[in-house]
C-alpha cells in the first residue's frame, strides 16, 4: 500500500499517536465511564427534584395583573367599533381592529423564567452533552477498526456496523433533547407574550403552566433514557468486544 500512496513519516507518526489516544480513551469510556455515569444518573432519578408528585409545586407565579375593563361612555361608540370591524371584515382588508394591549414594558420587570426548571434544565443539559461527546468519541474507534473491505468473513465488521449505527442514533437522539428544551422556552416564551397581551384571558396563564408540567415530565423521561443509553451501549459493547476488536481472525491488522 505505500507503493501506491506516499504518506509522509511525521504525519503518519501523528495519526498513528491520534488513533492510540482514541483507542485508549474510548475503552476507558466502554470499561469505566458508562458503568459509572448509569448509576450516576440512576441515583439521580431518585433524587426528590426529579420526583415531585404534587406537580403544583413546580408552577411558576405569573406577576401580569388584569387591567381594569374600559367602560364607554356612549353605548353607540362601541356599536360603531363594532359595525367598522364588521365593515373592514368585509372589505377583507388588513388584519382584525380589535387589538390586545399594548405592552411597553412589564410592571414587575423581566418576566422570569420558572426557577425549577430552570434549575432542573442546567443539571440535566451537562448530560445530555457528555453522552453526545463520549458516544462520538466511541463511535470513531469502532470506524478505525474496521478493516479494508474484502469478500467473505465480514460477519465481524457486520457487528461493528451495527454498534455504530446504534452509537450514532444515541448521538441523534440525545441532539433532540437539546431541540425540545430550546422549544420549550420559546413556547412558554410566546404564551407569556400572549398573557401581557391579553391578561384577561385565563386559558393562556392556564397553558403556561400545562407546558411547564409537561416539560417537568419530560426531563425526568430524558434523564431515564440518557440512563437506558448508557446500559444499552455498555451491554452491547461488551457483548461483542471480541468481534469489534478483532472483526477478522486473519486479517486483523490490516486495517483503514
Known amino acids: 500500500m505505500s507503493s501506491l500512496l506516499k504518506v509522509d513519516n511525521e504525519i503518519k507518526t501523528k495519526v ?12 476507558d469510556l466502554v470499561a469505566n465511564f458508562f458503568p459509572n455515569k448509569l448509576l450516576e444518573l440512576d441515583h439521580f432519578l431518585k433524587d426528590p427534584i426529579i420526583n415531585i408528585t404534587e406537580l ?11 387591567p381594569d375593563p374600559i367602560l364607554l361612555s356612549n353605548l353607540h361608540d362601541g356599536l360603531e367599533a363594532q359595525n367598522a370591524k364588521k365593515r373592514k371584515l368585509e372589505d377583507g382588508g388588513g388584519e382584525d381592529m380589535v387589538t390586545g394591549t399594548k405592552v411597553f414594558v412589564m410592571p414587575g420587570g423581566m418576566m422570569k423564567s420558572n426557577a425549577n426548571l430552570v434549575d432542573l434544565i442546567e443539571k440535566v443539559k451537562p448530560e445530555i ?10 463511535k470513531m474507534w469502532v470506524q478505525l477498526l474496521i478493516p479494508r473491505i474484502e469478500d467473505g468473513n465480514n460477519f465481524g465488521v457486520s ?10 442514533t444515541v ?21 407569556v407574550s400572549k398573557i401581557a397581551k391579553y391578561p384577561h384571558v385565563e386559558d393562556y396563564r392556564r397553558t403556561v403552566t400545562e407546558i411547564d408540567e409537561k416539560e417537568y415530565i419530560s426531563l425526568k423521561i430524558i434523564v431515564s433514557e440518557l440512563r437506558n443509553q448508557y446500559v444499552t451501549l455498555h451491554d452491547m459493547i461488551l ?11 486473519c486479517n486483523a491488522d490490516a486495517l483503514y
Open 239 to 249: 457483548k461483542n468486544i471480541e468481534k469489534i476488536k478483532r472483526p477478522r481472525s
Open 171 to 191: 448521538e441523534g437522539e440525545a441532539a433532540s433533547y437539546l431541540d425540545q428544551i430550546s422549544r420549550y422556552y420559546i413556547t412558554r416564551a410566546k404564551l
Open 16 to 27: 498513528d499517536a491520534f488513533r492510540e489516544r482514541i483507542t485508549a480513551e474510548a475503552e
Open 56 to 66: 403544583k409545586e413546580i408552577h411558576s407565579e405569573i406577576n401580569l395583573t388584569v
Open 159 to 168: 457487528i461493528q456496523e451495527e454498534t455504530v449505527a446504534e452509537l450514532r
Open 129 to 138: 452533552r457528555t453522552l453526545i461527546e463520549k458516544c462520538n468519541t466511541v
